[in-house]
């Protein structure tokens, strides 16, 4: 019997509408009890007096390179990061080499997972055989094997007909079909964004419409099919005003929004000098792009926040910045960055920051976590909502460091992890 007691917390828990100082007593990797002070002369005791004690936050969308491309990242030490970030839980998409488009792929990610006994992972299957766009990947075998989500993120999928075959496929099983939306003849070559900077930098440009297209064409898909839609990194005003349409007309159409698209402009391509840290796909929007994400999350039509963790290798990153690779990692920086944003700036109310990080991810995805209810898993994300510090890419778990924001002070960092009861990350 391992006992876990967890005092003088803040608990936040938005599945419950708890909002009030409790504390809550954890025994063998399920939640026991949550109240008023509760003594447990046999507990571990960990004072949370000034934390913030949520159900585990969950990171929808991250790229953990394993298989095929571990000296990016593992699964051992993407979970490692997950953990140190404050989250209990990520889904991870397919684009590994092998590509998880089969059952044995799906396996063995869940296999490395519980070895490496951090985050939980959960593997996003491949809508398409090896990401080519063309043969729908073995998506009832994948599920049956754990597969939580369908994706080819990292590519958009192309044909609309085999769109619409996996969004009803995906009625079988229930689960979503998560686009990054793309429409490669618009994005064209593109680097950054398309507009004023850009121009002047003299780099290609991604348009704004590049997204939108797509955005739009699986909202139609979705109210052709009925399937369940998620958008991934969705980083423009136009594709959420695609998003609250679908909303508006019943749709089972959500989307997920990034902590780099909702702090950082296209300008920071410009003052970094080209800093290949500030690419990534999306491209970082102008300011009224961004201003718009940002109301869209606090109005709510944003579903999440996810990270897009895309670890690359340093070397990879030190070229040209129309060489590089798209993706910055953000495991580790996710939950200041959005916490100072939202909640420090834009004074979010702590529950709906709860909900954005943690439960709705899990009602989306239908995974187990979510909430602090009596009986269900012990995922517990606890912060401090006062703590300041300088993000030190040296002292990152994750295999890359491949971050825009090092050296950035910001406010509300994780303290504590807690997966199925376990203390897997403890600051300090
Ligand atoms: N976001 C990125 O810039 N890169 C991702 C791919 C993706 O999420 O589309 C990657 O796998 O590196
Ligand atoms: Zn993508
Ligand atoms: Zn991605």
Same mark, same amino acid.
């Given at each position: ?5 967890? =005092? ?83 889904? /991870? ?18 296999? *490395?997972? #519980? ?15 090896? +990401? ?22 990292? =590519? ?13 496929? @995906? ?9 990054? /939306? ?17 121009? *002047? ?15 739009? *064409? ?5 109210? +052709?099919?009925?399937? #369940? ?68 999350? +606090?109005?709510?039509?944003?579903? /999440? ?12 990153? @030190? ?31 702590? @529950? #709906?920051?709860?909900? /954005? ?72």
């Amino acid at each position: 019997m391992s006992r876990l007691l967890i =005092k003088n917390g803040r608990v936040v828990d938005p599945s419950q509408k708890l909002d009030e100082g409790l504390d809550v007593l954890v025994v063998d990797g399920k939640i026991a009890r949550i109240a008023e002070r509760i003594t447990d002369k046999d507990a571990q005791v960990v004072d949370a007096t000034g934390l913030v004690v949520a159900p585990g936050f969950i990171d929808v969308h991250v790229h953990l390179r394993e298989p095929g491309y571990e000296y990016k990242e593992t699964i051992e030490t993407g979970s490692q990061a997950a953990a140190a970030g404050g989250f209990t839980a990520v889904c /991870c998409m397919p684009n590994t080499n092998p590509v998880n488009d089969n059952p044995a792929v799906t396996e063995y990610i869940l296999a *490395r997972a #519980r070895e490496a006994a951090a985050a939980r992972v959960y593997p996003i299957g491949a809508i398409s055989k090896g +990401l080519a766009g063309e043969e729908l990947a073995e998506m009832g075998e994948m599920v049956l094997a754990g597969a939580v989500a369908f994706s080819d993120d990292g =590519k958009p999928v192309v044909s609309s007909y085999l769109m619409r075959r996996a969004m009803e496929y @995906s009625l079988l099983f229930d689960v979503p079909i998560v686009d990054h /939306c793309e429409e490669p003849t618009l994005s064209a070559r593109g680097v950054m964004h398309e507009g004023a900077v850009a121009t *002047r930098l003299g780099l290609r440009g991604i348009p704004a419409a590049a997204e939108e297209v797509m955005v739009w *064409r699986n909202v139609i898909l979705a109210q +052709l099919t009925g399937a #369940r839609v998620h958008i991934a990194h969705l980083s423009t005003a136009g594709s959420l005003e695609a998003v609250r349409q679908a909303k508006a007309r019943g749709l089972r159409v959500s989307c997920e929004v990034t902590p780099h698209h909702l702090t950082l402009t296209d300008q920071a391509v410009a003052e970094s000098n080209y800093d290949t840290n500030t690419k990534m796909n999306p491209p970082l929007r102008s300011a009224e792009h961004v201003e718009a994400l940002v109301e869209g999350v +606090l109005d709510g039509t944003v579903d /999440c926040l996810a990270t897009d963790h895309a670890p690359h290798h340093w070397d990879e990153k @030190s070229v040209e910045f129309d060489k590089a690779p798209f993706g910055i990692v953000g495991l580790e920086t996710a939950l200041p960055l959005t916490f100072d944003l939202l909640v420090v700036k834009h004074r979010m109310p702590l @529950s #709906r920051f709860v909900a /954005c990080w943690s439960t709705n991810p899990a009602r989306l995805f239908k995974l187990p976590g979510g909430t602090l209810k009596v009986g269900s898993p012990a995922d517990i994300t606890v912060f401090d909502p006062e703590l300041r510090a300088v993000v030190n890419p040296e002292k990152f778990r994750s295999r890359s460091r491949n971050t825009p924001f090092a050296g950035k002070r910001l406010r509300g960092w994780p303290v504590m992890t807690v997966v199925g009861g376990k203390v897997v990350y403890r600051r300090g």
